[in-house]
């Protein structure tokens, strides 16, 4: 980490570059060892200047952890073309970039850590990322009204992908990468088997199977299923964009 130097900024400015320094210093070590002292340190100001600023280090904590949310929130936001699968597996890399960046904060952000008491707005920063990366998939699938069954589905493989990502930091002993395939595996899983249940989610599985490419992630998953007991095959390359067709009006 860059200490900072000494020079005049806007009230603003001065703000943003809190804020970044903290967010920086919460991403490498948990927000209870992180010192105002440090964070001074590290501005290239004083403890009481941070003060002016911040009432105290629950404000900046919190305003760090905003800024964690909205960069976080960002990584769900993909182009709706190309195959779902190759999709999916493109938010799952940005994703994992994220964690792997910020590893001690993005898990301070999902537990809420000690220094988020009660009454804090972590809670609802948290919320609003969950909410977030289930709104782009349903975007993704094309549907404005989700069936009951459909917005399990969604909500559980977000839970799913955060849950992933903590236990992963413990002590990443499995592959990231495999990780980020495994996730897009998981959500065609979810799918699959909620379609066994239900003729609506029958008719999306359906609709996402036909707009993907033989060679595409979902296929992948096929065969690794038909390979159990052979020999295990490495992660499939991201499929290339092909023009297909759009998939057909759906009433949800």
């Not at 779902?84 to 999902?110: I, K, N, S, Y």
């Not at 990468?177 to 989610?201: I, R």
């Amino acid at each position: 980490m860059t200490t900072g130097v000494r020079r005049r900024m806007g009230v603003e400015e001065r703000k943003r570059q809190l804020i970044g320094v903290a967010l920086e210093l919460f991403g490498e070590r948990s927000p209870e060892d992180v010192s105002i002292d440090e964070i001074a340190s590290a501005a290239g100001i004083s403890r009481p200047l941070v003060y002016h600023y911040f009432p105290g280090k629950q404000s900046l904590y919190e305003a760090a952890l905003r800024r964690a949310a909205e960069e976080l929130t960002a990584r769900f936001t993909e182009p709706h073309e190309g195959p779902l699968g190759a999709r999916l597996h493109r938010v799952m890399v940005r994703f994992f970039d994220f964690v792997d960046e910020h590893g001690p904060g993005f898990t301070a952000l999902m537990r809420g850590g000690p220094a988020a008491g009660s009454g804090t707005a972590v809670p609802a920063l948290i919320d609003g990322v969950r909410q977030a990366a289930y709104e782009q998939i349903l975007a993704h699938l094309g549907v404005r009204q989700p069936p009951a069954r459909l917005e399990l589905v969604v909500r559980s493989w977000v839970s799913l992908a955060e849950s992933t990502a903590l236990l992963w930091l413990e002590g990443r002993r499995v592959p990231r990468a495999e990780l980020e395939w495994q996730l897009v595996h998981d959500f065609a899983a979810l799918v699959a088997v909620s379609a066994a249940y239900d003729a609506g989610m029958a008719r999306i599985l359906l609709d996402i199977a036909a707009n993907e490419p033989p060679d595409g992630a979902f296929a992948d998953l096929v065969g690794r299923l038909g390979g159990l007991g052979g020999e295990r095959t490495p992660p499939p390359p991201v499929p290339a964009q092909q023009p297909r067709r759009a998939p057909a009006t759906r009433q949800v």
